[in-house]
């Protein structure tokens, strides 16, 4: 059975941080990019970042370039999002996700993070 478990969310002021955490099972997690999504309200799903199985190769989207940090700890099964300077248009749940570059994508439930005032 494979599980990816988030958590780390919760509510932040503008210009603050929080840090996620996802916790993998049931792949060989070292053999699988990784991948944070988020989606607002109203809105489609977003890829946030990613990073590749062997920690060379990291995307950001536009919006938190800068920001946002994406790392791997392959002897904890765990892929982490660092915010930074987070911003009220950061309001999503936040999503992790894995693959190997084809075939079937494991999600998790998904941490809500929440940026306002």
């Known amino acids: 059975q494979v599980q990816l478990v988030e958590s780390g969310g919760g509510l932040v002021q503008p210009g603050g941080s929080l840090r996620l955490s996802c916790v993998v099972s049931?792949?060989?997690?070292?053999?699988?990019?990784m991948y944070w999504y988020r989606q607002a309200p109203g809105k489609e799903r977003e890829m946030v970042a990613r990073i590749s199985w062997s920690s060379t190769d990291t995307k950001y989207a536009d919006s938190v370039k800068d920001r946002f940090t994406i790392s791997r700890d392959d002897s904890k099964s765990t892929v982490y999002l660092q915010m930074n300077n987070l911003e009220p248009e950061d309001t999503a749940v936040y999503y992790c996700a894995a693959d190997q570059g084809w075939g079937t994508t494991f999600w998790g439930q998904g941490t809500q993070v929440t940026v306002s005032s």
């Open positions: 049931g792949i060989t997690f070292n053999a699988y990019h």
